[in-house]
C-alpha cells in the first residue's frame, strides 16, 4: 500500500521511533516515516517542509520540542506540528499551542488508532486554516481593490480588524490600530459623535456618513463611512469607508466654477462674466457694467477691484441717481470752504479719497450735463478740481461704471454726451436678467439659505419640492435681489427645516401660474418643453420644475416627442 502521508519523527530515542513506526504500520499502513534525532537536523528538515505533518518530542536533550517548533516556525515552517509530551504538565501542553502545535499527545497511552486520527486531524486541519487564511487574503485583496476600507469595531467599541485599505485611508499601521477603541481614530469631534449615534440606530434608519479626517501626516482625507451590522454579532458593528477625497476636490472646482469672489452661478453666461472680470483684472482700462436692476452690477464692480492689483487700496462706491448736481459735484470731486451754503470746511471728495483705488459710479445714467461734463475731464485729464477752487489736484483712480438704463438711447435723445459714453465704455460687460438663468436658481437658493441659517440661527435646511418650482417659474422682475429678499422672508416664516409654499413671500404664492412664455397659446407642446430646458439651461430636473411636472412625466414627454438633451 502507497502512502499517502509523509511523516517526520524529531526525538532522540531511537526506541520511541521503532515503537511509532510499529504504531502506524498497525494503523494499516499509507503512512511513510522519517527520523531525525538531532535538534539541527530536525529544524532543517521542519524548515524544508518536505512532509506533511510532524511529530516532535518535547525532550531534546539541554533543548526542548517547543524551543524547536518556535525556531522552526520562526524559519518559515508552515506544516502541522503535533508534539509529544509525556510530562504530564498541563503549562507544557499550553505552551505547546501557544507555540503553533496543532495537537499534543501524551506519549504514555498512545494507541495505533489515536495516532493516527491526531496526524490526519492535524494535517485535515492544516488544510482548512491555509484555505481559510487564502479566503481571507482574496477577500482582503478583493476589498483593497474596490478601494473599500473595512473596520470591525466590538460591542465595546475596541477595533478587532482594520484593513489595508482602511489603514492608509486612516495613516495607522495595523499594530496601532487593533485594539484601540475607535473614537481614538482621527475623526472630528463633531463626526465621531454623528458617527457614535448612527452606530447606535436601529439598522433600517442609518444613512452613510460624511466625515472629514485629518491624519497625523497632516493629509486631509474625505470620507463615507457606512454602519453594517456584523451577521455573526449584531452587538459588533461593520465600517466601511468610502473614500471620497477626489469627489470632494472635484466639487470643490465645481464650486469655484460656481462662485468668483461673491458672485454666483454657473450658468453659461455668467461663465461669460467671470471670463470679463478676469480678463480685466490685469487692465486699468474703465468698465460699464450694464443690466436690470438687482442683477448684481456692484457684485462685479468689486470683482474687478478685488482681482486686481488696486485691492488693497480703497473700492469706493457712489450712487449717483437722487443726488443734485451740487451735492454730487461735491461727493465726486470735493470741496472748498465757502463754496456753497453749508460748506463749512474743506472737503475731499471720492475720488481723493480713492487714490490707487476704484470707484463704482452706480447709475451713472441718472447725472446730469454738468456732472458728466466735469467727469469727462477727470477720464481725459486724470485730475479733479474741488468745487471753489481753480488748482487741479492730480488723481490715479479707476472707474467702474453701472447703469440700468440703455445709455445709447439716451445720447440719442440729447439726455446722455456720446464722448462720456465713449470714455465709460471701454470696457463693458452684460449681467443676464434671472430669468434668463433660471437654471442657478438652487444654487442661488442654497447660498441664501446657508446665509440666513447663519444669521437668523434657525435650521432651515433646504427649499420644498413645490416651492422649488414657484422660485423657478417666477418672473423676478428684481432678479437676484429679489430672490435674496424671498428667501429672507421665508425663513424668518418657516417654523420647520424645509421651506415651503407658504413661507414664500404673497406675491409668489399668487403667482403659481406657468411661466409667461410657456403659458403663449400658440406654443405647442414641444416648444413648451424645449423652451423649459432652454430655461432651465439643459438641467431637466429644473425644467420639471418650470413645467410643473414631475422628473418622470418630463422624461416620459422628452421620450415621446423625440427630444434628446444628453
Not at 468698465?287 to 492689483?309: C, N, P, Q, W
Not at 438641467?539 to 444628453?566: C, F, P, Q
Given at each position: 500500500?502507497?502512502?499517502?502521508?509523509?511523516?517526520?519523527?524529531?526525538?532522540?530515542?531511537?526506541?520511541?521511533?521503532?515503537?511509532?513506526?510499529?504504531?502506524?504500520?498497525?494503523?494499516?499502513?499509507?503512512?511513510a516515516l522519517d527520523w531525525t534525532p538531532e535538534y539541527e537536523a530536525g529544524l532543517q528538515a521542519m524548515t524544508g517542509n518536505g512532509h506533511?505533518?510532524?511529530?516532535?518530542?518535547?525532550?531534546?536533550?539541554?533543548?526542548?520540542?517547543?524551543?524547536?517548533?518556535?525556531?522552526?516556525?520562526?524559519?518559515?515552517?508552515?506544516?502541522?506540528?503535533?508534539?509529544?509530551?509525556?510530562?504530564?504538565?498541563?503549562?507544557?501542553?499550553?505552551?505547546?499551542?501557544?507555540?503553533?502545535?496543532?495537537?499534543?499527545?501524551?506519549?504514555?497511552?498512545?494507541?495505533?488508532?489515536?495516532?493516527?486520527?491526531?496526524?490526519?486531524?492535524?494535517?485535515?486541519?492544516?488544510?482548512?486554516?491555509a484555505e481559510l487564511r487564502k479566503s481571507h487574503q482574496d477577500l482582503l485583496a478583493i476589498l483593497n481593490q474596490l478601494r473599500i476600507g473595512v473596520a470591525v469595531v466590538e460591542a465595546d467599541g475596541r477595533l478587532a480588524f482594520l484593513s489595508q485599505r482602511g489603514r492608509e485611508m486612516l495613516d495607522r499601521l495595523e499594530e496601532e490600530a487593533v485594539g484601540l477603541h475607535w473614537e481614538r481614530l482621527p475623526f472630528a469631534a463633531?463626526?465621531?459623535?454623528?458617527?457614535?449615534?448612527?452606530?447606535?440606530?436601529?439598522?433600517?434608519?442609518?444613512?452613510?456618513?460624511?466625515?472629514?479626517?485629518?491624519t497625523e501626516s497632516q493629509t486631509h482625507v474625505w470620507?463615507?463611512?457606512?454602519?453594517?451590522?456584523?451577521?455573526?454579532?449584531?452587538?459588533?458593528?461593520?465600517?466601511?469607508?468610502?473614500?471620497?477625497?477626489?469627489?470632494h476636490d472635484l466639487r470643490q472646482e465645481l464650486?469655484?466654477?460656481?462662485?468668483?469672489?461673491?458672485?454666483?452661478?454657473?450658468?453659461?453666461?455668467?461663465?461669460?462674466?467671470?471670463?470679463?472680470?478676469?480678463?480685466?483684472s490685469g487692465v486699468?482700462?474703465?468698465?460699464?457694467?450694464?443690466?436690470?436692476?438687482?442683477?448684481?452690477?456692484?457684485?462685479?464692480?468689486?470683482?474687478?477691484?478685488?482681482?486686481?492689483?488696486?485691492?488693497?487700496?480703497?473700492?469706493?462706491?457712489?450712487?449717483?441717481?437722487?443726488?443734485t448736481e451740487s451735492l454730487l459735484g461735491s461727493q465726486l470731486f470735493g470741496h472748498k470752504r465757502g463754496a456753497f451754503t453749508g460748506a463749512v470746511e474743506d472737503q475731499a471728495g471720492v475720488f481723493e479719497t480713492a487714490v490707487g483705488g476704484t470707484i463704482f459710479l452706480d447709475e451713472i445714467g441718472d447725472i446730469t450735463a454738468g456732472v458728466q461734463s466735469s467727469l469727462l475731464r477727470v477720464l481725459q485729464e486724470k485730475e479733479i478740481t474741488r468745487l471753489g477752487e481753480t488748482t487741479p489736484r492730480k488723481i490715479d483712480v479707476r472707474i467702474v461704471a453701472a447703469t440700468h438704463r440703455d445709455l445709447p438711447q439716451m445720447v440719442e435723445a440729447g439726455d446722455f454726451r456720446m464722448d462720456l459714453l465713449y470714455r465709460i465704455r471701454v470696457a463693458r460687460i452684460v449681467l443676464p436678467p434671472l430669468r434668463d438663468r433660471r437654471a442657478d436658481i438652487p444654487l442661488l437658493v442654497e447660498t441664501f439659505l446657508r446665509r440666513f441659517r447663519a444669521t437668523s440661527n434657525k435650521d432651515v435646511q433646504r427649499v420644498g419640492e413645490a416651492a422649488l418650482g414657484l422660485l423657478l417659474n417666477h418672473a423676478w422682475p428684481g432678479n437676484v435681489r429679489e430672490l435674496q429678499s424671498a428667501i429672507e422672508f421665508a425663513v424668518i416664516r418657516c417654523k420647520g427645516s424645509v421651506i415651503e409654499v407658504a413661507d414664500l413671500p404673497p406675491e409668489l404664492q399668487q403667482a403659481a401660474e406657468p411661466t409667461p412664455v410657456l403659458a403663449a397659446p400658440e406654443m405647442g407642446e414641444r416648444d413648451r418643453?424645449?423652451?423649459?430646458?432652454?430655461?432651465?439651461?439643459?438641467?431637466?430636473?429644473?425644467?420639471?420644475?418650470?413645467?410643473?411636472?414631475?422628473?418622470?412625466?418630463?422624461?416620459?414627454?422628452?421620450?415621446?416627442?423625440?427630444?434628446?438633451?444628453?
Open positions: 500500500m502507497s502512502a499517502d502521508l509523509r511523516v517526520l519523527l524529531v526525538d532522540d530515542d531511537e526506541d520511541y521511533f521503532i515503537v511509532t513506526r510499529d504504531l502506524l504500520e498497525e494503523a494499516g499502513g499509507g503512512f506533511d505533518v510532524c511529530v516532535v518530542d518535547y525532550r531534546l536533550g539541554p533543548r526542548n520540542g517547543i524551543e524547536l517548533l518556535a525556531a522552526a516556525r520562526g524559519g518559515g515552517c508552515t506544516m502541522p506540528v503535533v508534539l509529544f509530551t509525556g510530562t504530564g504538565d498541563h503549562d507544557v501542553d499550553v505552551q505547546a499551542m501557544k507555540a503553533g502545535a496543532v495537537d499534543y499527545l501524551d506519549k504514555g497511552g498512545i494507541t495505533a488508532p489515536v495516532l493516527e486520527r491526531t496526524l490526519r486531524y492535524a494535517v485535515e486541519r492544516s488544510r482548512k486554516d463633531e463626526d465621531r459623535a454623528r458617527l457614535s449615534g448612527l452606530m447606535q440606530s436601529p439598522a433600517d434608519q442609518r444613512e452613510k456618513l460624511s466625515v472629514h479626517v485629518e470620507l463615507e463611512v457606512e454602519v453594517n451590522d456584523d451577521p455573526r454579532d449584531p452587538a459588533r458593528k461593520m465600517l466601511l469607508l468610502y473614500d471620497v477625497t477626489e469627489l464650486d469655484k466654477k460656481a462662485q468668483f469672489h461673491d458672485l454666483v452661478g454657473k450658468c453659461e453666461p455668467m461663465q461669460t462674466v467671470y471670463q470679463a472680470i478676469t480678463d480685466l486699468d482700462a474703465t468698465v460699464l457694467v450694464e443690466g436690470e436692476t438687482g442683477t448684481g452690477k456692484e457684485l462685479v464692480a468689486r470683482a474687478i477691484h478685488y482681482a486686481s492689483h488696486r485691492k488693497d487700496k480703497p473700492f469706493v462706491a457712489v450712487n449717483c441717481a437722487g443726488l418643453v424645449l423652451e423649459a430646458l432652454r430655461l432651465a439651461a439643459g438641467n431637466r430636473v429644473a425644467a420639471a420644475k418650470i413645467l410643473g411636472v414631475s422628473r418622470s412625466t418630463l422624461y416620459r414627454r422628452l421620450a415621446e416627442l423625440g427630444i434628446e438633451t444628453g
